[in-house]
Nanobody, 131 residues
Framework: QLQLVESGGGLVQPGGSLRLSCAAS????????IGWFRQAPGKEREGVSC????????AYAESVKGRFTISRDNAKNTVYLQMNSLEPEDTAIYYC????????????????????????WGQGTQVTVSS
């Protein structure tokens, strides 16, 4: 059974940090770019970050640049999102998703934060930033 499971969410004060994990089971992430998305109450789901199969290329939403870092460990079949200097505006449910890529050079070295491109989605983990 193919699954993505997020963990690491919780309640933190403004300026604090959280590290989210996305663990895959039932399939290997070696053929997938990974994206992180988030959805706040009353808002559309938006892309936060993505990482290529190789891990050498990443992208970030402007609102999180300099504060969030995405990384992956293919040996552990896991992707991470380190979130620093958290703000109340970061409060949302965070989802990870896997995008099957063709294993050309371009396919292995690019990613995109386009919801329709992703094949598998986790159930989400709540991040709340509040004093």
């Amino acid at each position: 059974q193919l699954q993505l499971v997020e963990s690491g969410g919780g309640l933190v004060q403004p300026g604090g940090s959280l590290r989210l994990s996305c663990a895959a089971s039932g399939f290997t992430l070696d053929y997938y770019a990974i994206g992180w998305f988030r959805q706040a109450p009353g808002k559309e789901r938006e892309g936060v970050s993505c990482i290529s199969i190789t891990g050498d290329n990443t992208a970030y939403a402007e609102s999180v640049k300099g504060r969030f870092t995405i990384s992956r460990d293919n040996a552990k079949n896991t992707v991470y999102l380190q979130m620093n200097s958290l703000e109340p505006e970061d409060t949302a449910i965070y989802y990870c998703a896997a995008d099957r890529r063709i294993t050309t050079y371009r396919g292995r070295n690019t990613c995109a934060m386009i919801r329709g491109e992703y094949d598998y989605w986790g159930q989400g983990t709540q991040v709340t930033v509040s004093s």
